[in-house]
């Protein structure tokens, strides 16, 4: 078996097949349904067997869930309904199992090691790769949290890094390391809970970065290195990139709303309005124009702009740059920590709808020191105008995510990983590999 995703050419698509994926997020929860083609030879995109051609998309505004936990299940489940009855009814189909992504659950990534002796005199086999992934995978089972991916990195022969497949060749030792990211099991669970009350089942649960990642990052980018930051409304998240392998994630739970609730609380004005001055009056960087530059603030319970108070826009830029460095930099200060800043480089790509703020690009830029630029869905067909910007970049990822799964390996280790007393779910994960069997 391969540490890497498999070549385009060794890929062999079977046949279409219709998956649904769940965005739940602290401000729009995203329901897709869509139609997986397979894809002809030389239209793949970094290893993807089949193409995404979306035939029903409901969204709407996400209640009961803040920072990316749910808060309130009532309210929740009823914004889970009202996403996948709109999918459901634009694509004439009634769907009963779900893909759903995790930003939440304090997302932490270590790196499992494991070896196994090898006979010098004999070629390496199919069944000593597998000997050593199931000794990894044993090894990476030993933490108390939930895991949520377990996905090889690179095959190590006799001290020797980066071998991708190491059948046939001859050594003494075998070791392979493996990118173990878990998760808190109780927001894990109450995501769940919240979408068996929808009277769905849960297939898998992708984390929010490495969706965003699999859907927004070009083959160099995955290739030479590169962080992809999904900036949602309650959390922000990195995934590291290297060499094709996902190898690094971390979050914090600060996002978009965090700025909106600074702009009502320096303005004394509603969310309603602090959000409108955000998208539309407001920019991360300040402009030598902004001082001269009025804006009207409604006060909360004033209905009549007449009786607005008028402020400098700058003070309003003022607000929103504060808040959008101090979440930069702790990010910047995460990489860093995390020992993956030189794989990084100088490659960051921004995905989630706080990306969308008017010169974040270049604040990043500056702060991060590092190339920036803005992702987007990429090879997806179908999705309306509005859901092509980096906002929908995670629920896009998770079309792409069955066509990568095969790698990992929590999957197929964990039967009833999220198994719930009374929930009518026997485990959604130990369902996955069969279903990826019959559609890939």
């Known amino acids: 078996m391969s540490t ?140 108390d949290r939930t895991v949520l991916h377990m996905l090889p990195v690179d095959h190590v022969l006799d001290g020797e890094r980066g071998i991708v497949d190491p059948r046939g060749m001859i050594g003494r030792q075998l070791s392979l390391n493996m990118h173990v990211l878990t998760a808190d099991a109780a927001p894990l669970r109450n995501v769940e809970i919240c979408i068996n009350r929808a009277h769905l089942s849960v297939e898998a649960m992708v984390a929010t970065p490495y969706a965003s990642g699999l859907s927004a990052l070009v083959d160099d980018e995955l290739d030479l290195g590169c962080a992809c930051i999904d900036m949602g409304g309650g959390t922000t998240s990195v995934a590291v990139f290297a060499d094709r392998a996902f190898i690094h994630a971390d979050s914090i739970p600060v996002g978009g709303h965090h700025v909106t609730m600074d702009i009502a609380r320096g303005f004394s004005c509603r969310l309603e309005d602090a959000e409108r001055l955000k998208v539309m009056q407001g920019s991360a960087l300040a402009t030598p124009a902004d001082e001269r530059d009025v804006i009207q603030v409604p006060a909360i319970g004033d209905d009549d702009y007449g009786q607005a108070t008028q402020v400098p826009r700058s003070l309003l830029n003022r607000i929103i740059a504060a808040r959008v460095e101090e979440t930069l930099e702790m ?100 369902r996955m590999t069969q279903w990826l069997k019959d559609s890939f």
């Open 331 to 430: 990010l910047r200060d995460r990489i860093n920590k995390s020992g993956y800043s030189s794989v990084v480089g100088k490659r960051v790509v921004l995905t989630g709808g706080a990306a969308q703020l008017t010169g974040l690009p270049e604040l990043a830029r500056r702060i991060l020191g590092r190339n920036v630029r803005v992702g987007r869905p990429l090879g997806v067909s179908g999705l309306p105008t509005a859901a092509k910007g980096p906002a929908f970049a995670a629920v896009a990822g998770l079309m792409i995510y069955p066509q990568v799964a095969e790698d990992d390996q929590s999957t197929m280790r964990f039967a009833h990983p999220f198994r719930l007393a009374g929930t009518g779910t026997d485990g959604p994960l130990g």
């Open 4 to 143: 890497k995703s498999r070549a385009p050419e060794q890929k062999k698509p079977r046949r279409s097949a219709v998956i649904t994926v769940l965005d739940i997020g602290s401000t729009k929860t995203v329901c897709i349904i869509a139609r997986m083609t397979p894809c002809e030879t030389g239209q793949y995109l970094h290893g993807r067997t089949h193409s995404p051609e979306v035939i029903g998309i409901g969204h709407t505004k996400s209640h009961g869930i803040k920072s990316g936990l749910i808060n309130d299940l009532d309210a929740a489940e009823q914004s889970v309904r009202q996403a996948v009855d709109a999918a459901e009814r634009m694509a004439g189909l009634t769907v009963d199992s779900i893909i759903v992504n995790v930003g939440a659950g304090r997302l932490a990534s270590h790196i499992s090691s494991a070896s196994i002796e090898l006979d010098e005199g004999r070629p390496i086999s199919k069944s000593d790769i597998q000997k050593v992934l199931k000794a990894g995978v044993a090894r990476a089972a030993n933490v």
